[in-house]
């Protein structure tokens, strides 16, 4: 039986995604560049990923110039979403309230962070009151 990898995304693949949403649109040395300034990595592994990122469908490669441009294929919020429905689905069997549980039960969140939380929470109870009304 394979076994299914908790995340559609490595943390390579992750790193080089935000760096080509936070460009818009990248080469793999526009990519590379900005990541060697975090930490050594081979212009090849670069490459590689996104090229796995465009099978993927997370990124758009355009080879009509001379070089390959990459553009992102998603939104970063539907990214998000897909990883989160991902983590929801395989950990907490759907459960919303135990990721939230989990989240505040563990010291992972600051005092201003369950306050925003709160704050969503009573907007959505809100707005779920004014559509049933």
Not at 60 to 75: F, G, L
């Amino acid at each position: 039986m394979r076994r299914r990898s908790l995340s559609r995304l490595g943390e390579t693949e992750m790193e080089v995604l935000q760096r080509v949403w936070a460009m818009g649109e990248a080469s793999v040395a526009d990519v590379h560049e900005s990541i060697l300034k975090a930490r050594p990595v081979a212009y090849t592994t670069v490459m590689t990923v996104m090229k796995k990122l465009a099978r993927k469908g997370f990124l758009h490669c355009d080879s009509s110039e001379s070089r390959y441009m990459y553009t992102p294929a998603r939104p970063p919020a539907q990214v998000r979403q897909e990883l989160v429905q991902d983590l929801l689905d395989q950990v907490f069997h759907g459960s919303a309230a135990a990721l939230v549980q989990t989240l505040v039960r563990g010291e992972t969140l600051t005092a201003e962070e369950s306050a925003e939380i709160q704050k969503m929470l009573a907007r959505m109870a809100a707005d779920e009151e004014e559509e049933d009304a």
